[in-house]
């Protein structure tokens, strides 16, 4: 699976930005595709995943981001979109978007993700 992820930039605190993540190749076996963040000096961070069940894409957010992100995929281009609202300075990192295969207890694991997108820089000032 190839990712290339959009829409990064430079905001102030309580903005809004929405970030794309155009998807190719074979996905047929992916489980989850999602968004992950990292900070300078810090681990990546899991932000939000869509578990791919059948038909249904199930979201899952991480409690830093629950309320104020909402994940979504659209089929036709295929594109993730992270719509991210109330933004903070916290939420300031490098944002990739990835896709993998890891079991429903394990979607937070970075770890468990094998395809990567090129990560967009996000900045929110106070």
């Known amino acids: 699976v190839q990712l290339q992820a959009f829409g990064g930039g430079l905001v102030q605190a309580g903005a809004s930005l929405k970030l794309s993540c155009a998807v190719s190749g074979r996905t047929r076996s992916t489980r989850a595709m999602g968004w992950f963040r990292q900070a300078p000096g810090k681990e990546r961070e899991f932000v939000a995943a869509?578990?791919?069940?059948?038909?249904?894409?199930?979201?899952y957010y991480s409690n830093s981001v629950k309320g104020r992100f909402t994940l979504s995929r659209h089929n036709a281009p295929d594109t993730m979109y992270l719509e991210m609202n109330s933004l903070r300075p916290e939420d300031t990192a490098v944002y990739y978007c990835?896709?993998?295969?890891?079991?429903?207890?394990?979607?937070?694991?970075?770890?468990?993700?094998?395809?990567w997108g090129q990560g967009t820089q996000v900045t929110v000032s106070s």
């Open positions: 869509l578990w791919l069940s059948g038909s249904n894409a199930i979201p």
């Open positions: 990835a896709a993998g295969r890891p079991i429903l207890s394990q979607i937070m694991a970075h770890t468990q993700y094998h395809d």
